[in-house]
């Protein structure tokens, strides 16, 4: 299992205040994927889909998008 992260101002999605994510380690994947995106990418992007593949899970949200 991943390392609980707790959000200092949480995060609201569909009326649910979430404050706690559960991250996975970063992988030889994950740093390959930066590697190809690093040069096209901007670093807020590069950050937002970082994150979307190491987080597991959050709270009582069964997915975690973009949104």
Known sequence: ?????????GYWSDG???REVIL???TGHDEE????LVL????VVLSTEL????IQ?????ET???R
């Open 1 to 9: 299992m991943g390392e609980a992260i707790r959000l200092p101002h």
């Open 40 to 43: 096209d990418t901007p670093p």
């Open 64 to 66: 975690v998008d973009r």
């Open 24 to 26: 996975r380690a970063f």
């Open 57 to 61: 899970r959050m709270e009582r949200l």
């Open 33 to 36: 994927f930066v590697s190809e």
């Open 51 to 54: 994150l979307l593949r190491c």
């Open 16 to 18: 649910h205040h979430c």
